[in-house]
């Protein structure tokens, strides 16, 4: 088994889309990004990297490629399934979560839940995502950003 650990931050912009754990969420601001800065899938992807040895996703996917411009995080989480498979590991189970004063999140967990179960190709009780403020501090709580942390256990195929 190997456990790794990520996490990201992405700031809030007007005329972006919010786009977390998959999932498009009403708002009036969206997170700024050279993909579409989807704070939870970039925690989870680093995180199986870093299970992996793998560096992160600035190395697997950088922003320096036009290729990856207003990507869809969800096409560079299957990438990374893809290494995970080739290197013999599956998802034993996924812990994360999203730092956001506003919007609430409770009524898109679902999904974001069904969203990265189907990309890693595990079932839905391995994923487990939550959703918290910082109590009006730091980032998120100022409303300037949200971030995110995951961590994943691999096991060996």
Do not use: W
């Not at 950088?62 to 290197?87: A, C, G, V, W």
């Not at 839905?124 to 995110?148: P, Q």
């Amino acid at each position: 088994m190997r456990i790794g650990y990520g996490y990201d931050v992405h700031k809030l912009e007007q005329n972006r889309k919010l786009i977390l754990g998959g999932v498009d969420i009403p708002f009036e601001k969206g997170l700024l990004g050279h993909s579409d800065a989807d704070v939870l899938i970039h925690a989870v992807i680093d995180a199986i990297l870093g299970a992996l040895s793998k560096g992160d996703i600035g190395q697997l996917f950088p922003d320096t490629d036009d290729i990856y411009k207003n990507i869809d995080s969800r096409i560079l989480l299957r990438k990374t399934y893809e290494i995970m498979q080739k290197l013999d590991h599956r998802i034993g189970n996924l812990d994360a979560t999203i730092c956001a004063q506003k919007p609430k999140l409770q009524n898109y967990i679902s999904q974001m839940r069904e969203n990265l179960a189907s990309d890693l190709q595990t079932d839905i009780f391995n994923i487990s995502i939550k959703a918290t403020t910082e109590e009006n501090l730091g980032i998120s709580g100022d409303g300037k950003g949200i971030s995110a942390t995951a961590i994943v256990l691999l096991e060996r195929i």
